[in-house]
């Protein structure tokens, strides 16, 4: 037993280490640490079985939650309200187009290449519709792109998170009961990005006028993330979303000075303080260490067990990733450069939330659930993949700059031909 202990304790130190590695691997080859780590994971779960998720009981999906929660607040504190402000519709087009464009491609390849029924494939397709927040967000914050283009793939991988759950739990209804409430739904996705945006606003705006009090404690820089926990679960019980409210917390605490207006000074009094750069750096940190350990956990979930789900799951992700390709052309930002244009036709890994939904249609008693779920962890495995290898290539490879350098700028050269469609649109 206390062998076990020990040489558990010098897998995770061995692992830490690794991780620095690789990151610095990233800084200097441009190589993601992301692959390594997925590496790892298959090596020790599905490859040589040393570990399985069920090992881990209880303690996995509470540390992938728990790890979603840093992530996104992390990801919060480096946006800036002012460009949020100007790339929203940006954000919003991408995030629309993509997700139901990426939802009905998926439902029809299941449609008429698995002989899924309707409903199921359009389950299918509702969670692989979104990008992962986990994967899009440290990701983005290592490459050299536009800051617009920064926070369009942050704020898109965060509600198409919003867009998969809900839509997933929609035709898993229709699936039972074989119809559906439209205005129902739409007033689950507003309410939910209204109520849980408030709700992470209230929370920054409080936490923000008592921390310089916290600070005071001894040992207190935890307390920071320790109330994002709070804030998650309170939004979550309310049957809201914890990653939007943890998403718009981050977000309210890096712009606090933004909300010193005299409304806000009338309903709760000054606004207190920003986080400091060591807060800052502490995140950081723990970022990394909990990114580390997601994406091993990551590689350990993925399933091997049958082999027509791997073929489905690596076809289904190269046709997403040509259809991001014609979406980044439609909706990219337009002050967006070649290089990031090429960033956000690439961002197509799915993580977290589709992992979780994966497991659901099976559980309820579906036909094709079991297929769903192995399809869906083939495609967060070869979507993770393609994402960092088109990034390393793009990086690299002056033929693969030239020929999406080419692509877009036949995107530029339209609008100039048509220039009343955008001034039409901006009026």
Not at 70 to 92: A, C, H, N, R
Not at 112 to 138: E, H, K, R
Not at 186 to 194: A, E, H
Request: with cysteine; charged share 10%; proline share 3%.
């Amino acid at each position: 037993m206390n062998e076990n202990v020990d040489l558990t304790l010098v897998a995770l130190g061995l692992l830490v280490f690794s991780a620095h590695l690789f990151a610095s691997l990233y800084s200097r080859r441009m190589v993601p640490d992301v692959l390594f780590l997925i590496l790892i994971g298959l090596l020790l779960g599905p490859i040589f079985h040393l570990i399985t998720p069920t090992d881990l009981g209880v303690v996995g999906p509470v540390f992938v939650a728990v790890t979603l929660v840093v992530i996104l607040f992390e990801g919060g504190t480096s946006l800036s309200l002012k460009v949020m402000q100007d790339s929203w519709k940006s954000t919003m087009k991408l995030t629309t187009t993509g997700f139901f464009a990426s939802m009905i491609v998926v439902a029809v390849i299941a449609k008429y290449f698995l002989d899924f029924p309707w409903t199921q494939a359009f389950l299918l397709g509702s969670i692989l519709g979104g990008t992962s927040s986990a994967v899009v967000i440290p990701l983005v914050k290592q490459l050299k792109i536009g800051e617009e283009s920064r926070t369009v793939l942050v704020l898109e991988s965060a509600l198409t998170d919003v867009f998969c759950i809900v839509f997933a739990l929609v035709f898993l209804e229709i699936y039972h009961s074989s119809h559906i409430n439209i205005g129902l739904v739409f007033g689950q996705i507003l309410g939910s990005f209204t109520f849980s945006g408030l709700i992470g606003i209230a929370g920054g705006l409080v936490w923000s006028r008592i921390l310089e009090k916290v600070r005071k404690i001894q040992n207190s820089i935890f307390t920071t993330p320790a109330f994002v926990f709070i804030i998650y679960g309170i939004t979550q019980v309310l049957g809201y979303s914890g990653a939007i409210a943890a998403l718009t917390f981050g977000i309210t605490m890096s712009n606090i000075n933004t909300f010193q207006n005299r409304l806000i000074t009338n309903l709760i009094g000054p606004v207190g303080h920003e986080l400091n750069e060591t807060e800052k750096v502490f995140f950081s940190e723990i970022v990394f260490l909990f990114k580390t350990f997601f994406f091993v956990y990551i590689g350990i979930s993925i399933m091997f067990d049958n082999i027509n789900a791997i073929y489905c799951g690596l076809i289904i992700t190269g046709i997403l990733l040509l259809s991001r390709l014609f979406i980044a052309y439609f909706c990219s930002p337009d002050k967006a450069k070649s290089y990031d244009k090429t960033v956000i036709s690439s961002m197509i890994p799915k993580g977290l939330a589709a992992a979780v939904l994966a497991t659901i249609p099976e559980q309820a008693g579906i036909p094709e659930g079991a297929m769903i779920k192995n399809i869906t962890f083939s495609v967060i495995l070869f979507s993770i993949v393609l994402t960092a290898a088109i990034i390393i290539l793009s990086d690299k490879s002056k033929g693969l700059q030239n020929a999406y350098a080419w692509f877009f700028k036949q995107q530029t050269k339209s609008k100039h031909k048509h220039p009343q469609h955008k001034d039409s649109h901006n009026s």
